[in-house]
């Protein structure tokens, strides 16, 4: 039996359990949301583009969701395939709908972001939630997710949905967010008024129209690729509390239709969500290379604290998957590390390179 040096395999141990430990405590402080509160007005905001497989499962969502005082705003960004007209024949003339034609892109702007400024521009509710059109929400999502911004006496709530995971990649490396969040983001300090602390999700953001105009909206983010993240810095940045909740047993996301749709969606901002930082993506890559390590050790230097590392590692990864509500993808956390590895490598050195990122027919440097 090959033996290594046992210092570092106590090491190894005691970095998982760290991260196991962290984990659990970590995931307790993000809250639930609250018993329904009908808000006063609220504008449900969402841009499509070439969304023609999500249209009618997002209209049905929609439909079950609404509540009085509640309209639905449809960006139609110059879509390719047959978005528009499944628009058209499924909520042309509704009342709680408004179908706008989009505009073409302004140089200077990146495609989500003009389109949230337009979606914006075109409502007068008290709140905005913005939604992506592949979101499909329980019943009483809305009013929970408004009660629950009250709640944390914020002005900008998000949250991370559950992931329906179909394709490999999917598996892999859609689930990955959630882990993220739970292993690197402190939550009992997500409303900490700096942007070190800034977490969202662009599926899901509901903000305070007041606060949203007092920062600029999205024209103050107009080139941004991780608009979320930067539109939450934007609030915390002038002085407004944000927060980030659960959403995942009321929320789910059917984010990527193939494997090359993964891989091109987190390729475009997964280094971008670090600003560019080398230094915090070489902590990630060292930090996701040390839990990939820990099952091929397992079998090159088989002991008690090989063996107790890898399974404190999958222990947090289950903890983190039962919490999302995302099943059958826990058990590919080694693989899934690996993979989030060499995609964020991958985008490091693309970015360094200066290479072009597209998506959706768009073209960004």
């Not at 509160?37 to 009618?56: D, F, G, K, Y």
């Not at 528009?84 to 702007?109: A, H, K, M, N």
């Not at 903000?207 to 024209?219: C, I, L, N, T």
């Not at 230094?279 to 063996?307: D, H, K, R």
Request: glycine share 4%; proline share 5%.
């Amino acid at each position: 039996m090959v033996t290594g040096d046992p210092f570092m395999m106590v090491v190894l141990f005691v970095i998982a359990t760290f991260v196991c430990l962290y984990t659990f405590i970590n995931l307790s402080f993000l809250p639930k949301l609250s018993e329904p509160v009908l808000p006063p007005s609220l504008a449900i905001c969402i841009p499509l583009r070439n969304e023609e497989r999500n249209v009618e499962k997002l209209i049905r969502s929609l439909r079950q969701a609404l509540h009085p005082n509640m309209h639905v705003y449809l960006y139609e960004d110059r879509s390719t395939d047959q978005t528009r007209d499944l628009l058209v024949r499924l909520v042309g003339g509704e009342d709680q709908f408004t179908i706008i034609d989009g505009l073409d892109l302004p140089s200077g702007w990146a495609g989500k972001v003009h389109a949230c400024h337009q979606l914006a521009s075109a409502t007068h509710e008290e709140y905005l939630l913005f939604l992506d059109a592949d979101i499909t929400l329980a019943a009483d999502t809305i009013p929970r997710l408004y009660a629950t911004l009250q709640k944390e006496q914020a002005v900008f709530l998000s949250g991370f949905p559950s992931f329906p995971v179909p394709t490999f990649l999917g598996k892999c490396l859609i689930p990955m967010q959630h882990v993220l969040i739970a292993q690197h983001l402190p939550i009992a300090f997500r409303k900490v008024k700096h942007p070190a602390f800034a977490a969202a999700n662009g599926m899901v953001v509901l903000v305070e129209r007041k606060a949203y105009e007092h920062v600029g909206g999205h024209q103050a983010i107009q080139m941004a690729l991780v608009d979320d993240l930067e539109l939450c810095r934007a609030f915390k940045q002038n002085g407004f509390t944000t927060t980030l909740v659960h959403v995942a047993p009321y929320v789910s996301c059917d984010m990527y239709a193939t494997n090359r749709d993964v891989w091109q969606g987190f390729l475009k901002n997964v280094f971008r969500g670090m600003n560019d930082s080398y230094a915090v993506g070489s902590y990630f890559l060292l930090f996701y290379l040390v839990q990939a390590a820990a099952l091929p050790l397992v079998f090159i230097f088989p002991s008690i604290w090989t063996l107790g590392a890898f399974l404190l590692i999958m222990i947090a990864r289950y903890r983190i998957d039962r919490k999302a509500m995302i099943f059958h993808a826990w058990f590919w956390h080694p693989l899934a590390v690996i993979l989030y590895v060499v995609l964020l490598a991958t985008a490091m050195i693309r970015r360094f390179n200066k290479r072009e990122i597209s998506w959706k027919g768009r073209t960004y440097s």
